[in-house]
């Protein structure tokens, strides 16, 4: 199998607080795990790359201040939003790559930021 | 130009006849292509990978690929209503550590 999970499944905030989000990868260790996000009927838009052990690569126009990520061990990556506000307000989705070409999404994490 | 590229839909096809759907993308140095299902407010489940020209079929599902032509399709035989979806095409550019770039899905609707 090839199970992706995070945590929490949805969460609402206050404007300016920062809310983390986890991702575990349960079954398989995951060199490679990817962040992206979903404002709705909109498609995926890779945010950053997380690999095990070093600093994320982030997309242009991804604020790395604002979306802090830590991939702290083959099975585990955060994503941190700091200081949010309304239009961070997103469906964010993790992925992990399992062998060379598959990679499996989460459940994703639906934040409303008031 | 986009960089990949689907046709929004609706797709609407009878239940047991075969669905038909496409995708372009613009970055010839594109080297795997991946076809997944996304109901409504849930996450993408991966359905095919395709990294060589010609055809990969799983089950019910046929992934085609053509490099020249930069032209990605998914065949669903026997339809189901299960199967009524956006299906999204995505497109790693290669290196083992890429992101997918997605096109916009398309909406399929199987009418029983």
């Given amino acids: ?114 | 130009q986009k960089e990949v590229e689907q046709n929004s839909g609706p797709l609407s096809v009878p239940e047991g006849a075969i669905a038909s759907l496409n995708c372009t993308y613009s970055d010839r140095g594109s080297q795997s292509f991946f076809w997944y299902r996304q109901y409504s407010g849930k996450s993408p489940e991966l359905i095919m990978f395709i990294y060589s020209n010609g055809d990969k079929e799983d089950g019910r599902f046929t992934a085609q690929l053509n490099k020249a032509s930069q032209y990605v399709s998914l065949l669903i035989r026997d339809s189901q209503p299960s199967d009524s979806a956006t299906y999204l095409c995505a497109v790693e550019k290669g290196g083992g550590a890429d992101g997918l770039t997605f096109g916009k899905g398309t909406h399929l609707i199987i009418q029983p």
């Fill in chain 1, 1 to 114: 199998g090839a199970v992706v999970s995070q945590h929490p499944s949805r969460v609402i905030c206050k404007s300016g607080t920062s809310v983390k989000i986890e991702c575990r990868s349960l079954d398989f260790q995951a060199t490679t795990m990817f962040w992206y996000r979903q404002f709705p009927k909109q498609s995926l838009m890779l945010m950053a790359t997380s690999n095990e052990g070093s600093k994320a690569t982030y997309e242009q126009g991804v604020e790395k201040d604002k979306f802090l990520i830590n991939h702290a061990s083959l099975t585990l990556s955060t994503l941190t939003v700091t200081s949010a506000h309304p239009e961070d307000s997103s469906f964010y989705i993790c992925s992990a790559k399992k062998r060379t070409y598959e990679q499996y999404f989460g459940p994703g994490t639906r934040l409303t930021v008031t």
